[in-house]
């Protein structure tokens, strides 16, 4: 890594002529990819990114430069590329160099590193082969290993320096059922801040079995029931709806720009009293967890939502500057060649105080979700569309037969208005979040809960 004393002339040279902050994203990152699809490796991929990202805010605009070239040279160079974004005149800019130190640690157990690509392909072609012979009507399976070393060196012009290694490992299993001409899928996937250790406890075959399982009962589920009625979803689903109903239109820039339902609403009631969402990227080994941002602010647990008002913003450093706030923490970038913007992080609805179980005997009839799949939103309106990948109708109270097809529409502030029941369940699912071009790792979680009315698209009687 670069020298500090390198780094300090270079936010000095980016300052030089004007401008109310500076920082400077070094990134080294070595990953690992094994894919099998078909009985057939199709990939092992290994490699080495590194680069280097100057930035310079001034006057509400932002110059940003960057290079895979590590020089001092090189670095200096981009320095004063962005510093003359600014008219000047010149002047002499004194920045410190203090390190800065994480509040929280995480720890990992087996380094993916530290484990031979063989064994890591062996892992891969076990999971294959398992959802492969699992089913005759199993047709097709993609099982996919990924695991990623990110060391980043962070200085700013407030005259800090931090320093982090993120150890990122993940595995995916999708599987295709045919009958006749009904075709189904399965998919199951793990993920965190963390070692190889994560397939101790969940190895791929069993990821596959789960993925078969699913995409083999939705093969034979009936339709699911259209129309109007109370909704269900288990904590097993993940926080997928929270992630797109309100946490993105919970991020600074879009707010700050009206591009969100949310903006202007700080102080008023967004969602019903026994919701209380959080932004936490302290959780251990969750996937969108780490020590520090992308712009070395120490990673934080912001309460966004609290009783159902709205209390705050997910602010990067750009942002907090235009409202006049701290950064909470939520600056990243997918790598050295972006700039940081305000994103999610681990976002969750907290768990609540009943029992699952009890929120499921409260529906007569209605649609139990345990597993979602994809969807989209508008963060203007709200307006959600949602795939579910497992469902079941709620028939007087108890979970009745596996259904197909069905989809939930919704307007995101209407729906965590109208929540009624939270249980003290939690559950996460994993997954990269795009935005304005970038991808960056998050988790997502949400307790057991009722919405007493929604659409739901299936087969209308």
């Not at 398992?130 to 993609?142: F, H, M, N, P, V």
């Not at 990924?146 to 993120?166: H, N, P, W, Y």
């Not at 109007?228 to 288990?234: A, D, E, G, L, T």
């Amino acid at each position: 890594m670069i020298s500090n004393e390198i780094l300090r002339r270079a936010l000095q040279t980016a300052l030089s002529r004007g401008g109310e902050y500076a920082d400077i994203f070094i990134e080294n990152r070595k990953t690992t990819s094994v894919q099998v699809e078909d009985n057939r490796v199709e990939k092992v991929l290994e490699g080495t990114i590194s680069g280097v990202g100057v930035r310079l805010i001034l006057g509400g605009k932002t110059a940003y430069a960057y290079s895979n070239d590590l020089s001092e040279s090189s670095i200096l160079e981009l320095a004063a590329t962005v510093g003359k974004a600014s008219p000047g005149p010149f002047r002499e800019a004194v920045v410190g160099m203090q390190k800065r130190y994480p509040e929280v640690t995480f720890s990992i157990q087996q380094p993916p590193g530290t484990v031979s690509t063989s064994d890591k392909v062996a892992q891969v072609r076990k999971g294959n082969e398992t959802a492969r012979k699992y089913d005759g009507r199993i047709r097709q399976s993609s099982v996919i290993y990924r695991d990623s070393l990110q060391k980043v060196k962070i200085a700013t012009s407030e005259g800090f320096i931090a320093e982090e290694e993120r150890v990122y490992t993940m595995g995916m299993v999708q599987v295709v059922a045919a009958e006749g001409s009904t075709i189904q899928t399965g998919y199951e996937s793990v993920g965190g801040l963390v070692g190889y250790e994560l397939f101790d406890e969940t190895p791929l075959d069993v990821l596959a079995v789960k993925a078969a399982r699913r995409a083999l009962m939705m093969l034979d589920a009936r339709k699911a029931p259209g129309g109007r009625m109370p909704v269900i979803i288990s904590s097993e689903a993940g926080g997928t709806m929270i992630h797109e109903a309100i946490g993105h239109g919970l991020e600074a820039d879009l707010a700050q720009q009206r591009l969100s339902v949310y903006s202007g609403k700080v102080g008023s009631r967004v969602a019903s009293p026994v919701i209380t969402v959080v932004d936490d990227a302290t959780l251990p080994n969750k996937r969108g967890s780490f020590l520090f941002d992308d712009e070395g602010t120490p990673s934080k647990r912001n309460i966004l939502v609290k009783e159902g008002v709205l209390t705050g913003y997910l602010y990067d450093n750009y942002t907090a500057l235009v409202d006049g706030v701290p950064s909470t923490g939520n600056g990243r970038r997918e790598s050295y060649g972006h700039k940081p913007i305000p994103r999610m992080t681990n976002t969750l609805i907290a768990p609540g105080t009943m029992e699952p179980n009890e929120v499921i005997r409260s529906v007569h009839a209605g649609l139990l979700v345990k597993k979602m799949g994809g969807g989209q939103v508008n963060t203007v309106t709200g307006d959600f569309v949602f795939d579910v990948q497992e469902g079941y109708v709620i028939e007087n109270g108890a979970i009745g037969e596996p259904v197909r097809g069905a989809t939930l529409t919704g307007n995101g502030p209407e729906v965590l208005l109208s929540i009624d029941m939270v249980a003290s369940d939690l559950g996460f699912s994993i997954g990269t979040c795009g935005k304005d071009g970038q991808g960056v790792p998050v988790s997502d979680g949400m307790p057991t809960l009722r919405i007493p009315e929604m659409v739901v698209g299936g087969e209308v009687k």
